[in-house]
């Protein structure tokens, strides 16, 4: 079994982000946090509609840009859907209260994780998603960075790069 920390690949337009995130929805677990990173459209919400696709969910997915949170609910499985993007301050993030979403049950998806630098738990994977000019059409492709940072997340970059 391949023990490499970090997992990359090249995503041509909005399907293939989709597709990667239905990829993950195979490969992660009940208690992880994922960290989704990069600039204002890149791509972190479609990842997170494949990921919601592929464990099932048929509701809609949305930017949790004015909410802070959007929960999901598949199967017995919890998933939290973060935007920290609006905080002004670190603090903000134990006024919300949202440490209690980060348990056994549930997969935590939080963009913009370094405007809550410090009070977070360590994450099991960041996702970097990166922009990349695309010769074969006008959108931009991307690519996208997986690292793992706990064995949770190393077990589960295992199984992705075995799907």
């Not at 134990?94 to 370094?114: K, Q």
């Amino acid at each position: 079994m391949p023990h490499n920390t970090d997992f990359k690949c090249f995503l041509a337009d909005e399907d293939a982000t989709l597709a990667l995130g239905a990829r993950l929805s195979q490969s992660v677990a009940a208690g992880m946090v994922i960290f989704l990173e990069g600039n204002l459209g890149a791509g972190k919400t479609t990842l997170s509609r494949g990921l919601l696709r592929g464990l099932g969910f048929a509701g809609r997915v949305k930017s949790p840009t004015y909410t802070l949170v959007e929960p999901y609910t598949v199967s017995n499985l919890y998933l939290y859907h973060f935007d920290l993007y609006r905080f002004n301050d670190a603090s903000e993030w134990e006024d919300a209260g949202f440490r209690d979403y980060f348990n056994p049950e549930s997969i935590c998806l939080i963009e913009w994780a370094d405007k809550a630098e410090g009070l977070l738990p360590t994450p099991d994977w960041i996702i970097t998603l990166t922009p990349e000019a695309s010769l074969v059409s006008d959108q931009t492709s991307r690519m996208a960075h997986i690292q793992a940072f706990s064995e949770q997340g190393q077990t589960c970059l295992n199984r992705l790069q075995q799907v």
